[in-house]
């Protein structure tokens, strides 16, 4: 049902932790499932993320989602972290189950709110970016796979 990409990174997840003093903090929830992550970005004067770590408290889809998500974005900038959607994880992964394609969406979700925290610390904003949901639930819903 799950590939070795996904049980690899349930198992070993990467990044798993906080980050004191974070450049951006997003947390994120589905309503439905009751699953919340949290992500934390260090981004250097460059616009360019140094450290990601996540906390989930979810699902097995949630935690390898989240950790190969932020293997995705560290490294990259903030242009190519919004390119990391939550289809680009899911590929990275080799796929998920189609019950569980709504747990990948909290990772993009939880990357972009991240973003907007620290968008909205420096009094930036960020080209692309809109304000994330911190509720996925609906969204998920409507979204056709
Ligand atoms: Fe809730 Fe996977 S079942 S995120």
Redesign the pocket.
Known sequence: MYSEKVMDHFQNPRNVGEIENASGVGTVG?A????IMRMFLDIDENGVITEAKFKTF??G??VATSSMATELVKGRTIQEALQVTNRAVMEALDGLPPV?V??SL?AEEAIHAALWDYAEKNHIRIEGLEKPKSDISEEADEEDY
């Open positions: 589905n439905k499932c009751g699953d979810g699902c889809a949630a569980k709504h747990c909290l």
